[in-house]
């Protein structure tokens, strides 16, 4: 609820930040459903960008229907008639879409979420869930895993559920789906894994609507609502990559998608020649070709 900050209503039908109410609206909106009311640019932080009657490199009018993807602000209502706004950009109010990649950040709250879009997800979960008993799945550095001791209000805190991630989980071994259960409150999935050693853990993502490929599944039911979690090991994954992600190590050589799997997200930067530099955390950064294969790394400060 950090986000969400208290507007009233001016005369004209405006609305202007309700300074009276606080900084930001009480937690006991927590969980409430309320009403959307509007959607308008935002205008703080320089974010207003273009404006009508510029023009762009080639001399043409630009006007604000030509923003792609801008910020705006979302102005609701609760039940009891607390106004509150809340800053986005549109395709995250569209796809809720959210790429992190600092390692504090774990990718699963979520900044805006339709009614709508959870019952229509809520729909497709019933249907499908228990055909998802007994299946295999894979984990890889960013999935994200917790003890089985693992309590509802520990998934909704991010503090205790930071708390609660395990990553000593071996990457790319299979883990059974042995139980699942959907949160409509939160439109979320939790799942309990068996490695085969016996040992369960938890796992905890979202049915998606967009494209499942590019996180390396397919675009079944599955392949949708198992988050970070892979349906199988890639088949264009060598020998050699699996075992370095196995033991969360790179090599000279290895590709870019096996170090995501073996590190992480992390930040890209352009880094000479066409390659790329991939950099985790303040001291450790790796250095890719143009062909995206790993050429070195180093670790500094330490």
Same mark, same amino acid.
């Given at each position: ?29 927590? *969980? ?33 229907? *030509? ?18 706004? =809340? ?17 504090? +950040? ?144 790179? =090599? ?14 992390? +930040? ?35």
């Amino acid at each position: 609820m950090g986000a969400w900050q208290p507007v009233k209503m001016a005369k004209d039908g405006s609305f202007k930040d309700d300074y009276d109410a606080g900084a930001f609206i009480s937690l006991k909106y927590k *969980d409430q459903t309320p009403k959307v009311l509007a959607i308008r640019e935002n205008t703080v932080g320089g974010m207003k960008t273009p404006t009508e009657g510029k023009t762009n490199a080639f001399g043409e009018t630009i006007t604000d229907s *030509d923003i792609v993807n801008p910020f705006v602000e979302v102005i609701v209502q609760f039940d009891d008639g607390q106004q509150a706004k =809340f800053a986005s950009i549109v395709s995250l109010i569209v796809d809720r879409s959210v790429t992190r990649v600092a390692r504090e +950040t774990d990718c699963w709250d979520m900044e805006f979420m339709l009614v709508s879009t959870r019952d229509a997800h809520a729909e497709i979960v019933k249907k499908n869930l228990q055909g998802a008993i007994s299946q295999k799945v894979y984990a890889v550095h960013s999935s994200l895993l917790f003890g089985s001791d693992l309590s509802p209000d520990d998934l909704t805190n991010f503090s205790r559920r930071i708390e609660k991630r395990v990553e000593d989980v071996p990457l790319l071994s299979p883990m059974t789906i042995v139980a699942a259960k959907y949160i409509k409150r939160y439109d979320s999935i939790v799942w309990k894994l068996q490695l085969d050693s016996g040992r369960e853990v938890i796992g905890a993502s979202r049915y998606r609507d967009e494209d499942a490929n590019a996180n390396g599944n397919d675009n079944s039911f599955l392949g949708r609502s198992i988050g970070t979690l892979l349906l199988k090991v890639p088949s264009d994954l060598t020998a050699p990559e699996i075992a370095a992600i196995s033991a969360r190590k790179i =090599f000279r050589g290895m590709s870019r998608r096996a170090v995501i799997y073996s590190w992480g997200m992390t +930040t890209e930067n352009d880094y000479g020649k066409g390659g790329k530099q991939l950099v985790y955390g303040d001291t450790q950064f790796v250095y890719l070709d143009n062909e995206g294969k790993v050429t070195d790394w180093q670790s500094v400060g330490n």
